[in-house]
Every structure is written in structure tokens, then in C-alpha cells.
């Protein structure tokens, strides 16, 4: 178990979360709803996308998000201890019949993606006399978890002999929403569309008055048309989107120069010798590594930022440590007393900065990957 209970000059490492960039991205969702009554759910999973969701979730709260997305009864079961007030935690992810109950039992809104599991689920809600939330989860074209829209008309028709579920919403999720034209997400918005219209016109629709939810960041920021009652934004919330919105990126990761020391010309830099000198070189070793989620494949490829000047990543990345070449930075000998300065790995220095999206763009993924990757090992700070 790791224990981060020490001011940040403790460590030679740590992410710091900017809570007030968090607010601005919720704000700048809240501006893109097509409507001011489209609810809006903070999706919060894997630990905040990694941000620390003993931070994040309370400064949602704080700023009127009521309804929160996670992927497991672990993350929800947190939730709840950090935000007793929230008025829906969803467990997004798919889970077994036997999950599914226990959710029940727990007073957790669930995703009911297949017709099979509704009258076990009506069975155990009856037993305990606990009424279980549930959202219909309809596989309208992203071919993962989730019932056929035919399907889900046929569950709605059964429903009406299931009070002991609420129906409290049909939801959907876009596979394409970072595109700004797509025929996919068309073809699913009309899916969608079809099985409110289906449901609108339902009995059902004298009792129950589900949530219809369907578009993440991207699906916020640039498709209006799919924002039905509620939205699910998670990583624009974290200040990364597909679109030009202007987002501020919440996390930056820092660590300090360890070690600073002169290398000759033709020596080489760490395992494998990928680095040999081509100069008498100043070279600085930062104490994080791939064990703190700074990719192996980011050996050689990228920079840090020291003192708003870029310094690059030479040799392979160890697991704790890796070195950057200081040979080019100036105004490291006029450091006095600061003998291990500052690097910043993702954030900005003095004008420049770096982003998830910059790792990622050299990895061939996306920054989502980025951010959930970051090791527990980083103490996560609000600033
Ligand atoms: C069902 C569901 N809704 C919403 C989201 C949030 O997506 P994004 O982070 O792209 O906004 C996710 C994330 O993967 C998801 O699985």
C-alpha cells in the first residue's frame, strides 16, 4: 500500500490536479448542451481517469454535478463515502447476473444490457423489497455491450409487469463522436431517436420517465443533436477533446533532477546503450519512470520541460528513473541553492507546455491511454 501523506517536496515525483481547469472544462460542457435542462454526468471512472477521485468528485459536486459515471461496484462504493449527496452513481460497465444483484442490493444505478437477466433482477429486487434503478443499455451500432434496439422494445413491452425495477433510463453509447462527419454516429442517433419516438408513444410512459443518455466529450462538444436529457462527458472534463473546444488540461506531472553530472563525448546512457554522446554533455536523471506510467516507447522520442525549455529524453526510460541532456538548457548554473530542479513531464513552464496528447501522438494512442496509465506511485496534488 502506498502512502501519500507528505507535502510534495517529500517526493521526487507527483501529478498536480488543477481543480479550477476542471471547473472551466465543466463550463465550457455546460455551454455546449444544446439545451440548459440536459443533465450533465460526470464520468469519473478509473480513479478520475487517473486524476485522483477523492479530488475530482467533490469539486464536481461542488459545482452542481449531481449524477456520476463509474465502470465498477469498487469505484461506486468510493463514491459514495466521497459524495453521500450525489442523486445517481451508474455503473457504466457491463457485469455478470450475479453483479448486477449485488448492485441492486447496493442501491446503485445499473445497465441492464441483456432481456435475459430481467426477471432474475425483478425476482431479487421483489425478495428484498429493494427497487432497483436500471438503464436500459441498447447496442445501437458500436457493436459492444448492450441489447438490440428490437430487443429493447420487447423489454419495454414487458416492463409494465416489473414494478419493482425503475426504469430510470435508456441509454446508448457513440462510437464515432470524435468525427465531425460520420455516417455511424447518424445511423445510431436515428436508432436512438426511433426508440424514444417508440417510447414516447408506450404506456410505460405514463409511469416511468427515464433519462435518455447517449454523448460523451466529444458527442457534447460537437454533435448537439445527441444530447438528449443527460450527457456523460469524461475525458473533456479532464480538459482532452477531439474538437477545438478550448479545454485546459487539469493534470501535470512533475519530478525533480535526482542527479546532475558531466558526461565526455562517446559515452553511453542507460540499458541497451540506445544514447551514446556526441558532445561533452550535462546530463540530468529525473527520478520517475515507466513504473509511474512514463512509456518505455517514449525513450528517445520526447522532451521535458525545464525552466520553459525543452530537454530531451535520452537513453531508454527505466523503471524509476530516466535522463534528460541539460547541455543545451540555460541559466542551470545560476540555479544557486535549487540543486534539483523542476522537470515537467506533461504541463507548462514559463510559456511552453507538453500534453497527454503530445505522448500520445508519438505512441499511436490517444490520451486516454495517457492518463490512466500514470502509476499509483505519483502522489496526486490539488493545486
Ligand atoms: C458508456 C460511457 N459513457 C461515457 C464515457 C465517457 O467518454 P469520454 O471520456 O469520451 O467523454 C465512457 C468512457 O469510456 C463510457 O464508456
Not at 447496493?106 to 429486487?125: C, E, I, K, N, W
Amino acid at each position: 500500500m502506498i502512502r501519500h501523506t507528505l507535502p510534495a517536496q517529500a517526493y521526487n515525483k507527483w501529478t498536480e490536479v488543477n481543480l479550477s481547469a476542471l471547473k472551466h472544462n465543466l463550463q465550457t460542457l455546460r455551454a455546449a448542451c444544446a439545451r440548459p435542462q440536459v443533465q450533465i454526468m460526470g464520468i469519473v471512472k478509473a480513479n478520475a481517469y487517473s486524476h485522483n477521485v477523492s479530488l475530482i468528485a467533490p469539486a464536481l459536486f461542488e459545482a452542481g454535478v449531481r449524477h456520476f459515471g463509474v465502470a465498477t461496484l469498487g469505484e461506486a462504493l468510493y463514491l459514495r463515502e466521497l459524495c453521500p449527496k450525489a442523486e445517481m452513481i451508474l455503473i457504466l460497465g457491463a457485469q455478470t447476473l450475479e453483479q448486477s444483484q449485488e448492485l441492486l442490493q447496493q442501491g446503485f444505478d445499473f445497465v441492464l444490457h441483456t432481456p435475459a437477466d430481467l426477471p432474475a433482477l425483478a425476482h431479487s429486487a421483489r425478495a428484498s423489497g429493494i427497487r432497483g434503478q436500471v438503464h436500459l443499455k441498447v447496442d445501437t451500432g458500436m457493436g459492444r455491450v448492450g441489447m438490440s434496439p428490437a430487443e429493447a422494445r420487447q423489454m419495454l413491452d414487458q416492463w409494465r409487469d416489473t414494478p419493482e425495477l425503475t426504469l430510470r433510463g435508456i441509454c446508448s453509447h457513440l462510437a464515432t463522436s470524435d468525427q465531425r462527419e460520420s455516417p455511424l454516429l447518424q445511423q445510431q442517433l436515428s436508432a436512438f431517436r426511433e426508440l424514444q419516438q417508440f417510447f414516447s408513444a408506450h404506456p410505460l410512459a405514463a409511469q416511468a420517465r427515464p433519462l435518455f443518455h447517449l454523448g460523451n466529450s466529444d458527442a457534447v462538444l460537437q454533435h448537439p443533436q445527441t444530447h438528449f436529457d443527460m450527457v456523460r462527458p469524461g475525458i473533456a472534463l479532464y480538459g482532452y477533446s477531439s474538437t477545438a473546444a478550448p479545454l485546459q488540461p487539469v493534470l501535470s506531472v512533475k519530478a525533480r533532477i535526482t542527479q546532475r553530472k558531466h558526461l565526455p563525448t562517446g559515452h553511453s546512457l542507460g540499458y541497451g546503450a540506445t544514447f551514446i554522446t556526441a558532445r561533452p554533455s550535462q546530463v540530468g536523471i529525473v527520478g520517475i519512470g515507466y513504473a509511474d506510467g512514463v512509456p518505455r516507447l517514449l525513450s528517445n522520442q520526447q522532451d521535458v520541460l525545464i525552466k520553459g525549455q525543452r530537454a530531451p529524453i535520452i537513453g531508454r526510460i527505466s523503471m524509476d528513473q530516466l535522463a534528460v541532456d541539460l547541455t543545451d538548457i540555460q541559466g542551470l548554473d545560476d540555479l544557486g541553492d535549487e540543486a534539483n530542479p523542476e522537470v515537467v513531464l506533461i504541463g507548462h513552464s514559463n510559456g511552453d507546455s507538453i500534453s497527454a496528447r503530445e505522448w500520445a501522438n508519438k505512441l499511436n494512442t490517444i490520451p486516454y491511454e495517457i492518463l490512466t496509465g500514470l502509476g499509483t506511485r505519483l502522489p496526486r496534488y490539488a493545486v
